[in-house]
């Protein structure tokens, strides 16, 4: 599964470790990470991640 980066922050999001403190389960893909989702460090929404290459 892929990673993502916050644009804004760097935070990575790892499917791996999911987002628990945020309802994100491990082992869930990005893709399906709800919309409403905000990055845990700085508060971006979901759309300010890029893929890790």
Same mark, same amino acid.
């Given at each position: 599964m892929d990673k993502y =980066?916050?644009? =804004?922050?760097?935070?990575?999001?790892d499917p791996k470790e999911g987002d628990p403190d945020g309802g994100i389960e491990p082992g869930t893909p990005f893709h399906d990470i709800?919309?409403?989702?905000?990055?845990?460090?700085c508060g971006a929404?979901?759309?300010?991640?890029e893929k890790v290459e």
């Open positions: =980066v916050c644009t =804004v922050c760097g935070y990575v999001y709800p919309d409403h989702w905000v990055c845990p460090v929404p979901k759309d300010q991640f």
